[in-house]
């Protein structure tokens, strides 16, 4: 199966730097997707990375994706207080009765202290 | 801007009692999924839904879990018989037709099965 597995686990920083989680997989993807989560709420998606692509930038996010080493990062540059929250890869494969089926990993959890 | 809707955010119950957790996916889209997150563990896919009927289930949904989608914009994830494992966050999701693999998630709702 598909196992999305970040390390580090715990990340603690000052705000202003910047954070990097990392995110390693098992079998091949259709594509990466990252997805915060801010403790007690739900997942909110921060951006997808297809398989043929290799960087992607979003406001203060980049995300890489190695797809030889099965590998993927996301950083998150000047790091602010409101950033703290656990952040998850999820790989993405389809489902044969249609839709996509994500496979999150265990998550890295981010405090960002002023 | 459109969003997933879950209730109850929070939901006490008896072990062996039954519970219905209810959502309203986002109107254009037509695939609905739920994914739990067991405390401190991480998020895994329940089961799919498209076109009126499970399309993927996993492991976890056994004969005990079941889904429907009664009046065309409710999902409901139906327990039949709650066990103190069942405790944890339920989050609903649904996706466009045509996508990249993007879901959106509700808040969640926090099953706690005593």
């Known amino acids: 199966s598909q196992q999305g597995e970040e390390d580090p686990q715990a990340l603690s920083i000052q705000e202003g730097e910047n954070a990097t989680m990392n995110c390693s997989y098992k079998?091949?993807?259709?594509?990466l997707q990252w997805y915060r989560q801010n403790s007690g709420r739900g997942l909110v998606h921060l951006i997808l990375i297809r398989s043929n692509e290799r960087e992607k930038h979003s406001g203060r996010l980049r995300v890489t994706l190695d797809t030889s080493k099965k590998s993927s990062s996301l950083l998150i540059t000047a790091s602010r207080a409101a950033d703290t929250a656990s952040y998850f890869c999820?790989?993405?494969?389809?489902?044969?009765?249609?839709?996509?089926?994500?496979?999150f990993g265990t998550g890295t959890q981010l405090k960002v202290e002023l | 801007e459109p969003e997933v809707t879950q209730t109850p955010s929070h939901q006490v119950t008896q072990m062996g009692q039954e519970v219905i957790l209810r959502c309203v996916p986002i109107?254009?889209?037509?695939?609905f999924y739920w994914y739990r997150q067991i405390l401190g563990q991480k998020v895994e896919f329940l089961v799919s839904f498209y076109n009126n009927e499970i399309s993927e289930k996993s492991e976890i949904f056994d004969d005990q879990f079941s889904v429907e989608r009664p009046d065309g914009s409710n999902f409901t994830l139906k327990i039949r018989s709650t066990k103190l494992e069942d405790s944890a966050m339920y989050f609903c999701?649904?996706?466009?037709?045509?996508?990249?693999?993007?879901?959106?998630f509700g808040e969640g709702s926090r099953l706690t099965v005593l």
């Open positions: 079998t091949s993807i259709n594509n």
């Open positions: 999701a649904s996706s466009e037709l045509e996508n990249t693999g993007e879901l959106f």
């Open positions: 999820a790989t993405v494969g389809r489902l044969t009765g249609g839709g996509n089926k994500l496979t």
């Open positions: 109107s254009n889209h037509l695939y």
